[in-house]
C-alpha cells in the first residue's frame, strides 16, 4: 500500500496544539468522505483483521464520515444465539455454532446497503464468508503483531474465549497465542481488496502505531478505497 497523505499535514497542527490536531484530522476525514461516498456506490465495507485491530472504533469512525450504519457481526451472533457475548456462545454451544451463524450473519449483512461491518477475526477462514464479503469491499487493517498483543493485554482476555486460557502475564500470553492464530488468518486477510498497514502508515508519519487514532486510520482508509 502506498501512503497517500502528505504527513505534513498531519504533524504540522500538532505541533501548535494536540486539539487544533484532531480538528485538522476530522475535517480531512469528512472532506474526503464527501468526495468518495458517490464512487462507493452505496456499497458495504466489510473491515476484517486480527481481534484487537480497531475494527470496531475505526468502523464507528468510517460509518460517521460516510452517513453509513455500523454494524458488527459478533452482536448479530449474539442476537441470532440469544446470548450476551461471544464468550458465552463459545462456552455454552461451541465453536462450531457461532461459526455458522456467522456466516449467516454476512449472508444477510452482504443483501444491504450502506453499512460499514466489523467482522470477526476467524470469519475469514471460511471461503463462504468471502463470498458474501465480495459483495462489498473488504479492507484489511493490518496491525503489527505487539501492538495487538498490548492492547489486548490493557483489557484483558475474558471477552475473547480463543484467548482465554491458562494463566499468565497477560501480554506474553496474548503475544503467544495470537502467533499462533495469526499464521492462519493473516493469509486469508492479504485477499482483501485493500490493505491498510499500520506499521507503514505509523512510519511514514513518524509516529508509534500506539499513537494512530481511529480518526488517522479512518482517513487512510478513505484514501486507498
Known amino acids: 500500500m ?21 480538528f485538522f484530522d476530522e475535517r480531512l476525514l469528512k472532506k474526503k468522505a464527501k468526495e468518495l461516498a458517490p464512487c462507493l456506490n452505496s456499497c458495504c465495507i466489510f473491515l476484517i483483521g486480527m481481534m484487537g485491530c ?11 464520515a460516510l ?25 455454552k454451544h461451541g465453536e462450531s455454532v457461532f461459526r455458522d451463524n ?25 471461503p463462504i464468508n468471502w463470498e458474501y464479503m465480495r459483495k462489498g469491499i473488504t479492507v484489511f487493517l493490518d496491525v503489527p503483531l505487539d501492538a495487538l498483543a498490548r492492547r ?38 492479504s ?3 485493500v490493505t491498510v498497514s499500520l506499521s507503514k502508515l505509523a512510519d511514514d508519519l513518524e509516529e508509534d502505531v500506539s499513537h494512530l487514532t481511529p480518526t488517522i486510520i479512518a482517513i487512510e482508509v478513505l484514501f486507498v478505497l
Open 2 to 22: 502506498t501512503f497517500l497523505l502528505d504527513p505534513a499535514c498531519f504533524v504540522a497542527p500538532r505541533m501548535e496544539s494536540g486539539d487544533l490536531y484532531a
Open 54 to 64: 480497531g475494527k470496531t472504533t475505526v468502523g464507528k469512525v468510517l460509518s460517521e
Open 67 to 91: 452517513g453509513y450504519a455500523f454494524v458488527d457481526s459478533d452482536t448479530c451472533v449474539e442476537q441470532a444465539v440469544g446470548e450476551i457475548s461471544v464468550a458465552q456462545i463459545f462456552q
Open 102 to 126: 456467522e456466516s449467516k450473519a454476512l449472508q444477510e449483512l452482504s443483501l444491504k446497503s450502506q453499512q460499514v461491518v466489523a467482522t470477526g477475526d476467524g470469519a475469514v477462514l471460511h
Open 152 to 189: 489486548i493485554a490493557a483489557v484483558g482476555t475474558d471477552s475473547r474465549p480463543l484467548l482465554d486460557f491458562d494463566s499468565g502475564d497477560p501480554y506474553t500470553k496474548a503475544l503467544m497465542r495470537l502467533s499462533t492464530l495469526l499464521e492462519k488468518r493473516v493469509e486469508k486477510c
Open 191 to 193: 485477499s482483501a481488496d
